[in-house]
């Protein structure tokens, strides 16, 4: 397994605003995952973020509004531009560890957009 | 399309019952079927599924996979009220590491 940290935890921010969401790895990882959980909702895939390249988006996502940095194998950062209420979500990265079938989750990001 | 169902989406029981919650799919070259227990934010990993008949136990947990049609169980005995949580399963699509969640079933275990 893989111990994920992310920051912030929690924030409330201000519509039209950017927050940029941490994700440390305690070991290398090839690929690092962001996902969306909106309300009430199942976990949507974001982007796919492989060091040294470009991350990959999934459709309806795109890198103006979700710009992603992979430095490094054990951190990205996920940045959520010009907020809007509807960007109200838990927001989750993740990593494969153990072999390519297993999923593990760093802890979230409540995300409120006022 | 790829997709997986999850069901019932909720579920309210009193402590000490016993709980089946179903997940079906359709993925193309499937390759494995996982659980997760999700109570605030983190989904936390319950169980990989890859064989069809093999029941994978954790305590009063349990689950089961058939791949001839295509689903799965999670089995939750002697119910405790830190049962309550969203349960959600997910498969890997085909030939990449992204996976497919289903929207999950609300499990609230009453005292």
């Known amino acids: 397994s893989a111990v994920i940290s992310q920051k912030p935890s929690r924030d409330i921010c201000q519509r039209g605003t950017s927050l940029t969401i941490q994700c440390q790895v305690d070991?290398?990882?090839?690929?690092m995952f962001w996902y969306r959980q909106q309300p009430g909702q199942s976990l949507t895939l974001i982007a796919t973020?492989?060091?040294?390249?470009?991350?990959?988006?999934e459709s309806g996502f795109v890198i103006d509004k979700f710009p992603i940095s992979r430095p490094n194998l054990t951190f990205s950062t996920l940045t959520v531009s010009n907020m809007s209420p509807e960007d109200s979500s838990i927001y989750l990265c993740?990593?494969?560890?153990?072999?390519?079938?297993?999923?593990?989750f760093g802890p979230g990001t409540r995300l409120t957009v006022l | 399309e790829d997709k997986v169902v999850q069901s019932p989406l909720s579920l309210v029981v009193h402590e000490g019952d016993t709980v089946t919650l179903n997940c079906s799919y359709e993925?193309?070259?499937?390759?494995?079927l996982l659980w997760y227990k999700q109570e605030k934010k983190a989904p936390t990993f319950l169980f990989m599924l890859t064989s069809s008949g093999i029941e994978k136990k954790s305590g009063r947990l349990s689950s089961i996979l058939d791949k001839k049609e295509l689903f799965s169980i999670l089995n939750i005995t002697a119910t405790q009220t830190g049962d309550s949580a969203v349960y959600l399963c997910?498969?890997?699509?085909?030939?990449?590491?992204?996976?497919?969640f289903g929207t999950g079933t609300r499990l609230k275990v009453l005292a």
């Open positions: 070991s290398q990882v090839t690929m």
């Open positions: 993740s990593v494969t560890a153990g072999g390519p079938n297993e999923q593990f």
């Open positions: 993925v193309t070259n499937f390759r494995s």
């Open positions: 997910a498969a890997p699509l085909s030939g990449t590491y992204k996976y497919i």
């Open positions: 973020a492989n060091q040294g390249s470009e991350a990959t988006y």
